[in-house]
Structures are given as structure tokens and as C-alpha cells.
């Protein structure tokens, strides 16, 4: 029966899953949201749940220095954003196990330098608790790592080396307690294309070990191959059908860019690819960023010298499961919520309904224009093509407190939109920024000042945020309070802008949040007092 293939939406690349009897846990890269490698459980391959996170203490480690770097591709420019990336998950002898690279983006006088790669493993005995381990390092130069359990009790490392410019996958054996090298780093395979190879997987199937890579970026050229070899670190002979999942440029398809996957077997013994993908909608736009898509495999029948994977392509925008019903994406409450790279929870409150959060406005230098400090804002990822959130503003304790409060839409540093209250000017401010774009966007509109003083002021503003996939359209509306019932009296949605959303479509390795945020309404190096403030708001409703 046909479901929908997109079982993971919206910022959900990278994806690694295993199977604990008769369910299935997946992770993806997170890469500068706290908490981070989100997992999430399914019994049916249908219907999905968010049910933790692996990093879910500060104390595990730091999510600063994540800057999102801008690169020239020349027609266009691609977004880099830095820490945890693409994590691989499994399950051995009764512990869950996940591997991963937090890159990290150093400056040096404002300027970022060379990436630095702090590969380390994560475990835990009661993956349904989320009591995962504090990260064990090991050494590796590169990203990607894939962890392989032989059945003679051996436990080897694989990854994408940065060691040279062309890259390579890399191996070696591992202590899987301490994370350190058993066996020397050797090179095992420099992939079919060498541009580069990434996102290794290693598979034991009839004596063979089958080391299944990503290779040509994340983008158009994406594809993965695969080789095969008598011993997990090589020599690996490339099959050659490769690639074993092409390039989308060069078919017809609605889901581009998709690789990076990992196969699997399903309770009935049937084959899967689980990778990444991006939903190109009707005028090409790519709001969702890269999500995670299912697809069936098969093994080739017959010669067992000839034992190769088989992947369906295209993937569509259905796969093909034996039941009629269909799949459902849900959250564990809480879960679901993020934060941006290393947060002061000091500056947020939130309610165990979700429905009442406040929020103490940051710091001017971390404001959400500027570089790429933490910022108070608290979201949650966009789930949905269509949909809508809202939050209604305190706004009436905030008059003349110098801070700037509403509903974001936000990527990164670079990609943001956004409508707010401006307590000192009392003003509604639209405002919209993407640096990446060749050509910049930043907009910023106050659409509206608040009542003269001889007016009756608002006591609260309600924010209201609706997105299509061709659009986003934020709207306010001042709840006044009526002296004869003590209610509030909504007063007639206005529109605050608007934006296509192409104007946040790029070729990128995140996704959209919508969200919450706070700061000071001056500028960097001008006083703030001291005096503390919480911007509340109530009757929240993200995605």
C-alpha cells in the first residue's frame, strides 16, 4: 500500500537508524540546536515519534563556535553551519550506541579559521529513557564516523577523512569504552567518484563486508555507491552498477538531493534505504530544508560471488507498505522544543502545557542580526508545509523597557523573519533578512505605532504566523481590555508582510524553526539596565 515516503519532515538530514526487536529508532544531525540528535521510534515504519534526545544536558558539550559559514559556489552560495553532524546509531549486546562529529567553527579576530572535528560516542542501556552517556572521544580527522560490531567481537571505526584534499573513508578498530585506536587508521576506500566520499556504512552480509558511502556534496550531485570487501578494512572492490542511488539531477523526480542513507532490514525481512531528500515544491522552492525519506531495496538473486544492493529510484513521494493505513508523525511533550547552540536557561520559563512561555531578552551583542551568539529563542522545528502558529504578547509591562519580543521565523544567523513589538518606540516591526542570497534581502517595516495616549492602550498584541509552501504571512492583532466583563476584546487581524518562500530557499545543511524570541532594543556597546525583564507570552501554538 502506498504511504507517504517522507517519514521524518523538516530539518531531518543524515538520517542512521537500528532495530531493537520489533521497533526502529532513527537520529539525525541537529547541527547548532540544543537539544541535540533528536531519536525517534517507530514499530511500522509509518507512523513516527519524537520520543528524546541523545543530547539533552549542556554539560555534554558546547554547541557555541557554529557560526553558518557562506561559501561561493559561483552561481549561487551554500550555507555551512557548524557542530553535530550526521551521527550513525546502533545496537549491540543490549547497548545502544551513537557516533558522531561536533565540528566545531573557530575565529580569530572575527574571522572563522580551519574546522576542528571532536568525533566521540554516546551510549545507553534504556534508549526510551534518554539517559545517554556523557560523549567519549576518539581521534579522527573528518566527519561521519560509522561504527561496525563483527561477530568475532571486534569494533571498528569508518569515516570520511579530511587527511587530504580528495578525501577518503578511513578505518580502524576501536575500544569501544575507552576511543582508542586498536588498530592503525588505514585508508579502505577513496570511493567511485572521489568527490569526496562521506557517510559510511558498513554491512556484513554471506562473508561480505559491503561499505556503502555518499559521495559528489549534498546537493546536486549526491549519490551513493558502494564496495565490497572479505574484511572490514579492506581492500574494497566498487561495484560496477555504481552508483547504486544516482544523482537527481539527471532524472525526473519531486525529491531531490537525496543520499546519505542507511539500509536495513524490516521485521519481515524485507530491505530498506532510509536518506536524506529535499522536497522541491510547485516553483522549485525548497522551504523544509533536507528530510529524511524511506525507500525500498532489494539483494540481488543468485550468484552469491554477484551479492549486490538494489535501491528503488526515483523516490517519490509514496513507498510501498502491506497496509492501508496512514503514517502519523507525533512528539513526546517537550521533546520537541530547541534552542540555539549553547542557551541560558536562566532566560526562559516554560509551562508544562507548552501554552505559557517568558523569556528575558538577551544581550545587544547576541542579537539575532549579529554574530553568532546565543540568542534567547525558543522554537520548534517546521514540521509542515502548511500550517500555522501564534502567541499572544504581555505587551503592556513592556512599554518603554527597551526590548524587542515577537514570533520568529529563523534559520541561522544569516536567514531570519520576524514580527515584533518594539517596546521603547511602541511599534509593530515586520522585518526580513537573508544574507546568503546573491543578491541580500533585508527588509525591516514598522507597520504599526500604538495608540496616542489618549486612546485606550492594548493590553496584550497577538502574533499570528501562517506558511504554505509558496508562502509565509505573518498578522497582529491588539487584544483591548473591556471594562465591563474584564475580558479581552480581539480587535480585526492586520496584515504585517509577507514573503515568498523562495527568498529562503538555499542550497543549505539546516532547516526552518518557528519560534519565540527576546533582546535589547539598542545596539551593541550602549547600556542596558539592570533591571531584569521578562517579555511573557501565552496562548502559544507552534506548528
Keep these: 500500500m502506498l504511504i507517504d515516503s517522507t517519514i521524518i519532515p523538516g530539518f531531518a538530514p543524515d538520517p542512521s537508524i537500528t532495530r531493537i526487536g520489533n521497533t526502529f529508532f532513527l537520529v539525525n544531525s541537529s547541527f547548532h540546536l540544543f537539544p541535540g540528535l533528536p531519536i525517534y521510534a517507530s514499530s511500522d515504519l509509518r507512523n513516527w515519534k519524537h520520543i528524546g534526545n541523545a543530547i539533552n544536558r ?213 530491505w530498506w534505504l532510509t536518506c536524506l531528500g529535499v522536497r522541491k515544491v510547485r516553483r522549485g522552492q525548497s522551504i523544509m530544508g533536507r528530510e529524511t525519506f524511506l525507500t525500498p531495496a532489494k539483494w540481488t538473486i543468485g550468484d552469491p560471488e554477484n551479492l549486490w544492493p538494489m535501491i528503488q529510484q526515483p523516490i517519490t513521494s509514496v513507498a510501498e507498505l502491506s497496509s492501508d493505513k496512514v503514517g502519523q508523525f507525533t512528539s513526546h511533550a517537550g521533546v520537541d522544543w530547541v534552542w540555539v547552540r549553547d542557551p541560558d536557561m536562566t532566560r526562559y520559563k516554560v509551562d508544562s502545557t507548552g501554552k505559557s512561555v517568558s523569556l528575558q531578552p538577551c544581550s545587544p551583542e547576541a542579537k539575532v542580526k549579529g554574530a553568532p551568539a546565543t540568542i534567547t529563542f525558543i522554537g520548534k522545528r517546521q514540521r509542515q508545509l502548511t500550517g500555522h502558529a501564534r502567541a499572544v504578547l504581555r505587551q503592556a509591562q513592556l512599554v518603554g523597557k527597551n526590548t524587542l519580543s515577537g514570533l520568529m521565523y529563523y534559520k541561522d544567523e544569516h536567514r531570519h523573519a520576524s514580527i515584533t513589538f518594539d517596546s521603547m518606540a511602541s511599534t509593530v516591526v515586520f522585518q526580513v533578512v537573508n544574507k546568503v542570497k546573491r543578491e541580500p534581502i533585508h527588509k525591516r517595516e514598522i507597520v504599526r505605532h500604538l495608540k496616542s495616549a489618549d486612546e485606550a492602550d492594548p493590553n496584550d498584541i497577538e502574533f499570528f504566523l501562517v506558511h504554505t509552501e509558496l508562502c509565509m504571512e505573518f498578522y497582529y492583532r491588539f487584544c483591548l481590555p473591556n471594562n465591563h466583563s474584564g475580558n479581552l476584546l480581539e480587535a480585526s487581524w492586520s496584515a504585517a508582510g509577507s514573503f515568498d518562500t523562495e527568498d529562503m530557499s538555499d542550497l543549505d545543511f539546516t532547516g526552518p524553526c518557528i519560534g519565540l524570541f527576546a533582546s535589547h532594543a539598542v545596539e551593541p556597546g550602549e547600556i542596558v539596565s539592570n533591571e531584569a525583564v521578562w517579555c511573557e507570552f501565552h496562548s502559544v501554538k507552534l506548528l
Design 58 to 270: 549542556q554539560s555534554q558539550l558546547s554547541l557555541a563556535e557554529s557560526s553558518a559559514l557562506i561559501h561561493d559556489r559561483g552561481v549561487t552560495n551554500l550555507v555551512g553551519t557548524g557542530r553535530l553532524w550526521a551521527p550513525t546509531i546502533r545496537h549491540h549486546d543490549g547497548v545502544s550506541y551513537i557516533v558522531c562529529t561536533n565540528v566545531v567553527h573557530p575565529e580569530i579576530e572575527g574571522k572563522p579559521t580551519w574546522p576542528r572535528f571532536d568525533n566521540f560516542i554516546l551510549r545507553t542501556t534504556d534508549i526510551w529513557a534518554g539517559s545517554w552517556s556523557d560523549p567519549v572521544p576518539f581521534e579522527f580527522n573528518g566527519i561521519d564516523p560509522d561504527i561496525f560490531f563483527d561477530d568475532d567481537g571486534h569494533v571498528y571505526i569508518m569515516g570520511s577523512s579530511w587527511n587530504t584534499d580528495a578525501g577518503a573513508i578511513n578505518g580502524f578498530e576501536v575500544d569501544i569504552n575507552t576511543g582508542a585506536k586498536v588498530s592503525e587508521e588505514r585508508v579502505i576506500w577513496t570511493g567511485a567518484i572521489k568527490n569526496p566520499p562521506e557517510g559510511p556504512h558498513v554491512y556484513k552480509r554471506d562473508g561480505w563486508y559491503f561499505l556503502l558511502i555518499s559521495e559528489g556534496g549534498t546537493h546536486d550531485n549526491h549519490q551513493m555507491s558502494i564496495a565490497r570487501s572479505r574484511s572490514p578494512l579492506g581492500p574494497y572492490e566498487p561495484y560496477e552498477g555504481n552508483p547504486v542511488l544516482k544523482p537527481t539531477a539527471k532524472i525526473e523526480t519531486e525529491i531531490m538531493y537525496t543520499g546519505h542513507g542507511d539500509l536495513f532490514q524490516d521485521n519481515e525481512g524485507e
